[in-house]
């Protein structure tokens, strides 16, 4: 496609990124904190650049992908970041998880140096990174969009939401939704299950009322396996519970189940769950009503 990739970000969802534009023809230069990760990726067909600078150097787009603003902004404005090389016309798109001043950031030292951003966080899972089937929440100009377009769309959709920091808002708010809707099910699951309900049961009564949802249809599997790989890691989310009060901060408001939420998730990463998949929220619910959720077939 003749167009050169710097991809910075070779963790479990930037591996599959970077993997898929590989594959689908974009020439790309990978650079991770850790080498070997970008070696391991860069093994379908890219190359691996020693800094963020020497990444950034040739490229028409620059795609990011870390795992908090400080991962961000240490690639951005450390020595030999991307502010330091990045040229003119460049565009970098940001699809790590940030809270939304520090996209306003990112985008000030960019314009500083004549280059364009776009936040565009994802959803999806692993898997969906390796398939090209992510959901891109894109915030930023019209004509910039249209100018990295062809890379978002080799990655999955694209939903232009506005300005730049409103893709980083709306990122916010859907996972904001998606723990409150987790923790709800889970507590539902430990309720019914401590009464003496058929956990099976219970979940084919969820599955088929308004209760339903997206996540609890992805999640509950793991849940009733007792299986907590990461596909989201659970401290992630908490980073992300974070961001949002953050966001909510920033903005003069106060989101009374999002702090509870937070609280929540702090207390799994001291239980040491950070590791295990956001699903593993479970466990301190089911430690503390002595039950167990699972499979009764």
């Not at 930037?14 to 070696?39: D, H, P, Q």
């Not at 795609?63 to 330091?84: H, Q, Y």
């Not at 084919?204 to 009733?224: C, D, F, N, T």
Request: charged share 20%.
């Amino acid at each position: 496609m003749n167009r050169n990739i710097a991809f910075i970000g070779a963790g479990l969802m930037g591996s599959g990124m970077a993997r898929c534009l590989i594959r689908k023809g974009f020439s790309v230069t990978l650079y991770n904190r850790t080498r070997a990760k970008a070696e391991e990726v860069a093994g379908a067909g890219g190359r691996v650049a020693g800094s963020a600078a020497e990444a950034v150097k040739d490229a028409d787009v620059v795609v990011t992908m870390l795992a908090d603003p400080a991962a961000l902004l240490g690639v951005i404005e450390g020595e030999d970041g991307v502010v330091s090389a990045i040229s003119p016309g460049t565009i970098l798109i940001d699809s790590s998880t940030v809270s939304p001043p520090t996209t306003h950031r990112v985008l000030g030292l960019l314009k500083a140096k004549g280059a364009d951003m776009l936040d565009a966080p994802v959803f999806g899972s692993k898997n969906e990174a390796e398939k090209g089937e992510l959901g891109f929440i894109v915030g930023g100009d019209s004509a910039v969009l249209e100018r990295a377009r062809d890379v978002l769309e080799a990655m999955g959709r694209v939903n232009h939401i506005g300005g730049n920091g409103l893709g980083a808002h709306a990122k916010l708010a859907v996972n904001l939704v998606i723990a409150g809707t987790l923790q709800c099910f889970n507590e539902a699951m430990v309720l019914a299950t401590k009464a003496g309900l058929d956990s099976d049961a219970m979940l084919k009564i969820i599955l088929s009322s308004r209760a339903r949802s997206g996540i609890i249809e992805m999640k509950a599997p793991q849940v009733m396996k007792r299986d907590f790989s990461p596909f989201f890691p659970l401290q992630l989310m908490a980073k992300d519970m974070r961001l949002v009060l953050e966001s909510a901060r920033s903005l003069g408001m106060e989101l009374p189940m999002a702090t509870t939420l937070s609280a929540g998730y702090e207390g799994c990463l001291t239980d040491g769950l950070g590791g295990e998949d956001f699903a593993a929220t479970i466990k301190p619910l089911e430690q503390q009503a002595a039950v167990e959720v699972k499979e009764m077939s």
